[in-house]
């Protein structure tokens, strides 16, 4: 009897998972989602990247109600984009029922550039000092998006991401930066020390952000030379290796009963002292 019931047990698990497989390979057909697509949701995210002639585009998806109302948004920038019907339901499975607004994009993710590229686009620019903002393995794709949004509002020339322990772009994280991803270039770092001597060499001034700070962050309105400002994780805050090669750690004074600033807050902050005197376009 025993063996008996342990075999029915055994049946009933596998079926519970060819069940679970089954599922998850019919979600990923369904989802039309090739490798290196990415979902864009939400009208604001999404015209912005049909502005992007940086973007490369796949489709659009919609309910049917509103197909008119993106053909002709389509068709005013002069682009050749397929545009699928699909029912609510259907949209809510691909975009992982988060939130849509009825209209999906199909597209893939940005092209980042390397320091070395960065560095040689503005080689030949005296004009105007450039403004860099670094984060130091900060992993949260809501935080990372409202600090791309907060760069390109405090006209940062440039934000770059840790290779390692950084977030990709997704959905979420360009829905955080309302559109500003499409508009600001993105570096992507592989070495944080040996990128940090980079910049060094190339004439910045490199700043990181610490509680332990010996200077405010006022003092970066003074700055009229290159500037890179670096800020780290959300729990950890930057890593003893990038706090060994700055030039000096700032702090933002803060009221003794609060701990911290959440690290987007804290990197508005230090951008908006950082472009006062700064005019650029």
């Keep these: 009897m025993k063996r008996n019931s342990k075999k029915r047990n055994n049946y009933f698990?596998?079926?519970?998972?060819?069940?679970?497989?089954?599922?998850?390979?019919?979600?990923?057909?369904?989802?039309?989602?090739k490798i290196n697509q990415i979902p864009i949701a939400g009208k604001h995210s999404i015209l912005s990247a049909l502005n992007n002639k940086n973007r490369k585009l796949h489709y659009l998806i919609t309910i049917d109600?509103?197909?008119?109302?993106?053909?002709?948004?389509?068709?005013?920038?002069?682009?050749?984009?397929?545009?699928?019907?699909?029912?609510?339901?259907?949209?809510?499975?691909?975009?992982?029922?988060?939130?849509?607004?009825?209209?999906?994009?199909?597209t893939e993710p940005l092209q980042r550039l390397s320091m070395n590229e960065f560095l040689d686009q503005h080689k030949l620019n005296y004009k105007t000092p450039i403004r860099l903002i670094i984060l130091d393995e900060v992993t949260d794709p809501q935080n990372v998006g409202a600090i791309i949004r907060s760069a390109l509002a405090f006209k940062m020339d440039c934000l770059a991401l840790s290779q390692r322990n950084s977030p990709q772009e997704t959905s979420a994280l360009i829905k955080a930066s309302s559109g500003a991803i499409e508009k600001l270039q993105i570096i992507e770092l592989s070495n944080m020390?040996?990128?940090?001597?980079?910049?060094?060499?190339?004439?910045?001034?490199?700043?990181?952000?610490?509680?332990?700070?010996?200077?405010?962050?006022?003092?970066?309105?003074?700055?009229?030379?290159?500037?890179?400002?670096?800020?780290?994780?959300?729990?950890?805050?930057?890593?003893?290796?990038?706090?060994?090669?700055?030039?000096?750690?700032?702090?933002?004074p803060i009221n003794?009963?609060?701990?911290?600033?959440?690290?987007?807050?804290?990197?508005?902050?230090?951008?908006?002292?950082l472009q006062k005197n700064i005019t650029k376009n």
Aim: aromatic letters at 6%.
């Design 256 to 273: 003794a009963k609060s701990d911290s600033l959440n690290v987007s807050n804290a990197a508005s902050v230090a951008m908006f002292q």
């Design 13 to 33: 698990i596998s079926d519970e998972i060819n069940k679970k497989t089954k599922e998850k390979k019919n979600f990923q057909n369904y989802s039309l989602l």
């Design 193 to 252: 020390s040996r990128e940090i001597k980079k910049l060094q060499k190339s004439n910045f001034s490199v700043y990181g952000l610490a509680g332990e700070g010996e200077n405010d962050v006022y003092e970066l309105e003074n700055e009229t030379g290159n500037v890179a400002l670096i800020l780290g994780s959300e729990g950890k805050g930057l890593r003893r290796l990038t706090k060994e090669n700055v030039d000096s750690l700032i702090k933002i």
């Design 65 to 106: 109600t509103n197909f008119s109302k993106w053909k002709e948004e389509i068709n005013k920038l002069k682009l050749k984009l397929a545009i699928k019907i699909k029912s609510k339901e259907e949209m809510d499975k691909i975009n992982n029922y988060k939130s849509h607004q009825n209209v999906i994009l199909i």
